[in-house]
């Protein structure tokens, strides 16, 4: 315990917490909320790094992410829905939204964004649409004639039209995928009352996360995905996303930390509240786990990957450990974010404690549940729209 | 003997005359604004209002702590409870009691938010005590209101005479006024699911009431005025000579809720 020495206005903390404080209002499903998100952000910008930017080694997981980010996409609303008192009002944010409100404006970018990413899948996935329309029969052929949008030209100079609206839409798509993440971290950014959230880095630190978790992502699941059907792994994409996670890490990790140096540098009554968050009830989950093992250890191993060519059954080996490890540093990263800084009352005297439930509603039961549903999507997509047939219909051996 | 059937139509027959009548004295009161009248029947206790045809807009009110009356009784907090029904663990006000001791360490604690008074005495300060007070705690009324800013919806509004309250049939519980509000007033009611805080006691002030918490302070702690009279002890207040301050003046927030003889220790 400090003592307040005369003329310092620092409250010493003696663990008062105001009445209204001791309950975590913001659990689970805020923290998934802006995980799904930035899964889905990160996901598109890999497929854009092909699309739009032209790494062609990403070749293979190009359309693969954008089905991966339609999947999350269609769950980032769950834990939202699931948190509201009134689920039933949740269109009013956008019928009659207050426009000072950096929550009103999610359901125009979520739904704009929606419409690019379907607008973009429809028009790359055409061609392989109008040659599946051919060979189905009954409610498949109905589906196909929806997505091939009622035409069947596949001539080379419908084709070349087409690829222009790809690159036009992966171009405006890449400034959404950075808004809706980037604004999502403004949602916290934006709140002066809580000192951990209250931080014009909080969009960029959110953008840059979400970057990591969308490639670690497409890392494990092609990987999986092709161990499980028995494909051949294209290594020279594997080498080239391990490559970009280590970029993209980097910047995240690094700009994780200038955060946190800054408030200790420049020692405000900010940080004062912060110390003892850190060094407190966030202890264990920020720098043993966050920073300790799950930033530490996969910045080394990405350096070395990237670095080193690893023989392909080693790379095979450590870059789905590396990307799981990525997966949870992001997670935590915004566990210690959203509950993290729900933990320190507002009386700056004390903390208070949360501990997740298993079976209530926004327990651990149904984020577990929310977790899985987009990749049940996910699978259910993969049967209407094969993940690895190019637009000859070749399909990736 | 008793005739059982005898008594029991009697029984029958009270009863019968029981519902009847009462549906009639019902339905009377139904026509007879009973209610309305017993508000007009308590005496005005903020001048000026019940009457005055000049647009409500036109009233500045504010509100007055008296860190040195308070005495930490929990009556404003017991009013508080009663006149809106608020749930367990759910405070719109709460009283906190400060205890500094020899060596400038503070001691602060409001336990149940102090609705039951503050009785217990603590043992656990290490050093002779040199200075304790009360300060109760309440929505601060800010003339640049976060919740009103962040709020989706507009649930949480600023009236045009400068209240800030919540339609709890628009709010749609998402919380993040109380993550806004710097003075952590707000809560989520665990029954309607919407947001709720103090609102000054809105509806008695529009009758020219009192705000409950202010009617019951039994040494004048909490004043409840309107600033354009300036007869009022709020107006003389805040504009005479005292040591007046605001509660986290740094967020910008400009509250409408000011504190006499505030402390440094308080946050």
Known sequence: MSVAAHGETVAAISNFIFPNDLHVHWSLMIVLYPYITGLVAGAFIVSSLYHVFHIKALKPVARFSLLFALAFLICATWPLLNHLGHPERALSMMLTPNPTSAMAGFGYIYSAYFIVLLLEIIFIFRPVVVGLREKATGFMRVLYGILAIGSDNVSEKALKIDHKIIAFLAAIGIPMACVLHGYVGFIFGGIKANPLWATPLMPLIFLLSACVSGIAGIILTYILLMKISGRAIDMDCVQTLIKFLWGFFILDFVFEMLELFSHFYMATHHWHTLETLYSGPLFNTFWVFQVGIFSVIPFFLLMFMSLIRFKDGLLLFFAPIVSIMILLQVLLMRWNVVVGGQLMSKSERGATTFHPMWLEKEGILPAIIIMIAPVVILWIIGKVLPFWVDDEGVEAV | ?267
């Open chain 2, 1 to 267: 003997m008793i005739d059982i059937q005898k008594e029991i139509q009697k029984d029958r027959r009270a009863f019968i005359k029981n519902v009847l009548s009462g549906t009639i004295a019902g339905s009377l009161l139904m026509v007879i604004p009973a209610g309305a009248a017993l508000d007009q029947r308590l005496p005005e206790q903020i001048s000026g209002i019940r009457g005055d045809d000049s647009p409500f807009t036109e009233k500045k009110f504010a509100f007055v702590v008296d860190v040195t009356a308070c005495i930490g009784c929990g009556s404003c907090c017991v009013a508080d409870k009663n006149e809106y029904n608020v749930p367990d663990g759910n405070y719109r006000t709460w009283v906190e009691r400060y205890i500094i001791d020899d060596h400038d360490e503070v001691f602060v604690d409001s336990p149940n938010g102090g609705l039951d008074g503050y009785t217990e005495e603590r043992t656990d300060i290490p050093y002779p005590v040199r200075d304790t007070f009360f300060v109760p705690k309440l929505c601060n009324m800010c003339e640049k209101p976060s919740c009103v800013q962040v709020c989706p919806v507009g649930a949480t509004y600023k009236t045009e005479d400068g209240f800030i309250l919540v339609d709890k049939n628009r709010c749609v519980g998402c919380g993040y006024c109380i993550q806004a509000c710097p003075y952590s007033v707000r809560f989520l009611n665990p029954i309607s699911k919407t947001a709720e805080k103090c609102t000054w006691c809105y509806s008695r002030v529009r009758q020219g009431l009192l705000p409950a918490c202010v009617n019951v302070c039994p040494v004048h702690a909490r004043k409840f005025g309107d600033l354009n009279d300036k007869t009022s002890e709020v107006y003389k207040l805040l504009r005479e000579p005292h040591v007046i301050s605001v509660l986290k003046p740094g967020m910008g927030n400009q509250p409408a809720l000011h504190y006499l003889g505030l402390r440094r220790e308080v946050v």
